[in-house]
C-alpha cells in the first residue's frame, strides 16, 4: 500500500531503520491491501503489531531515554518501579486497527502521562485521607489553587539493551457481533471468538518517575516531595495505573 503522503516523504519512512514509533503508529500505518481503505483482518493487524516489537530491541531508542534523562538532570526527585505485570495505555485512541497506544510524540518511547499519574496517585491519597491534598495535587472548589508537586511522563528506562520494551497481547471477545450491533444480535455465546491483537509493555520493565516542587524546579530536600513518592509508590503499587488494572494490568512493585 502507499501512505498517504508526499512521495519524497513517503520514500523516506520505507527506509528509516529507526522510526520514530509514534509516527509509525499513527501517521505511517501501512496496514491496508491494495489501497483499499477497508477494515483491517486480524492477521494483518498481527503483523503490524509484531513490527513494533522487533523494533523496540534498537539502541536508537535507548539513546532517546538518555538524552531526555540528561536534559532533565537536576530537576526535583527520581525514583524507578517495575512492571509486575503487562502496562498498556492509550487503547482508547482512534487507530485503524481499532486499538490505541500511547507513545510519546517526541521520543516514540511507550509513556505514563504525568496527568494519570497525578490521578492515581490524588485517589490513593484520598482513600488513605492524607493530609496536604490540596497542597500536593491542588484545589478547585473554594478557594482553587495549583498543587505544589509536578508529576513528569514516566518512560521506561531501557538497561536491558538485548531485550524489546514492547510485547504483544491478544483478546479474544466472545460477543463481537453483540458489541458491533446489539439491536439485531443477542449476548449469546454460539459466537466464535476473535482474537484482537494489542501493544503492551511487558511485565518485568523498569520504569523512571520524576517528581518536582512546583516554586523551585531544582529543590531536592521539601517534604511535601518525599510524602508524594510514597502516595506515587502506594498508587502504582496497590491500584495500577492505565487501562484493564481490574484484570491485574498496570501495577508496579
Given at each position: 500500500m502507499k501512505l498517504p503522503l508526499p512521495k519524497d516523504i513517503r520514500g523516506n519512512t520505507d527506509n528509516l531503520s529507526t522510526p520514530n514509533l509514534s509516527l509509525k503508529y499513527y501517521k505511517w500505518a501501512d496496514i491496508y491491501n491494495d489501497n483499499k481503505f477497508q477494515e483491517v483482518d486480524s492477521k494483518r493487524k498481527?503483523?503490524?503489531?509484531?513490527?513494533?516489537?522487533?523494533?523496540?530491541?534498537?539502541?536508537?531508542?535507548?539513546e532517546a531515554f538518555e538524552n531526555r534523562k540528561k536534559h532533565l538532570e537536576g530537576i526535583g526527585i527520581t525514583f524507578t518501579m517495575t512492571t509486575v505485570s503487562r502496562l498498556v495505555f492509550g487503547m482508547g485512541y482512534e487507530h485503524?486497527?481499532?486499538?490505541?497506544?500511547?507513545?510519546?510524540?517526541?521520543?516514540?518511547?511507550?509513556?505514563?502521562?504525568g496527568s494519570s499519574l497525578k490521578g492515581i496517585a490524588r485517589y490513593a491519597a484520598e482513600t488513605d485521607n492524607h493530609d496536604d491534598i490540596a497542597g500536593i495535587f491542588g484545589a478547585e472548589n473554594g478557594d482553587a489553587?495549583?498543587?505544589?508537586?509536578?508529576?513528569?511522563?514516566?518512560?521506561?528506562?531501557?538497561?536491558?539493551?538485548?531485550k524489546p520494551f514492547l510485547e504483544l497481547d491478544v483478546m479474544t471477545p466472545h460477543y463481537s457481533k453483540y458489541y458491533s450491533d446489539p439491536v439485531n444480535n443477542p449476548p449469546a455465546d454460539w459466537y466464535s471468538p476473535?482474537?484482537?491483537?494489542?501493544?503492551?509493555v511487558p511485565a518485568g520493565e523498569k520504569y523512571c518517575f520524576r517528581l518536582a516542587h512546583r516554586k523551585n524546579l531544582r529543590d531536592k530536600e521539601s517534604p511535601l516531595l518525599k510524602k508524594t513518592e510514597n502516595i506515587l509508590k502506594?498508587?502504582?503499587?496497590?491500584?495500577?495505573?492505565?487501562a484493564k488494572t481490574s484484570v491485574f494490568y498496570g501495577y508496579f512493585t
Open positions: 498481527g503483523k503490524f503489531f509484531e513490527s513494533f516489537i522487533t523494533l523496540s530491541k534498537s539502541k536508537a531508542y535507548r485503524p486497527t481499532e486499538i490505541g497506544f500511547a507513545f510519546d510524540w517526541t521520543s516514540g518511547l511507550p509513556v505514563i502521562p489553587q495549583a498543587g505544589e508537586i509536578v508529576f513528569f511522563p514516566a518512560y521506561p528506562c531501557l538497561i536491558d539493551n538485548n476473535l482474537p484482537l491483537h494489542f501493544l503492551t502506594y498508587a502504582l503499587s496497590e491500584f495500577g495505573v492505565g
